[in-house]
């Protein structure tokens, strides 16, 4: 029971200072207020339900991918290889401006990833964990938007 407690505070203890979580009404309300909803058909559910399975609604967020050579950044982690300035940058961003919290580049830069061919089956998270969901509404429970 001691060392169990231990770990956790410790786990507490190695978590970065500038983490900065956000609350699952307030992602719903700034991708809302920034056009996601039914933004090329998809709800704003749908965007909610992808954020928290992509980063756990952490705008900070980086995931280095060393087995497929990438890295993922922000709120919907989104690879640097194609679409920030450590690769071929198609949404003309910093990876670093990926990771603020006020999300607007963000915004801005997944409307253009889905606007692509796959559109939200470009996060294969989405798909594995929100496309075929009966309970997204539960996403926006509760929330003012």
Known sequence: MKASMMLSLIGYLVVPS??????????????????????????????????????????????????RGYTGYGLFQIRDSDW?????????????????????ETIECVKKIVKQKEGMRAWPTWSQNCQLSDSLARWLDGCKL
């Not at 690769?87 to 401006?97: E, K, P, Q, T």
């Open 18 to 67: 500038d983490t900065y979580i956000l609350g699952r009404c307030t992602v719903a309300k700034k991708l809302y207020d920034g056009g996601l909803s039914y933004f090329e058909g998809y709800s704003l559910e749908n965007w909610v339900c992808l954020a928290y399975f992509e980063s756990k609604f952490n705008p900070s967020a980086v995931y280095e991918n060393m087995q």
């Open 84 to 104: 920030c300035d450590h690769g071929m940058n198609l949404c003309a961003v910093s990876c670093s401006a990926l990771l603020n919290p006020d999300l607007k």
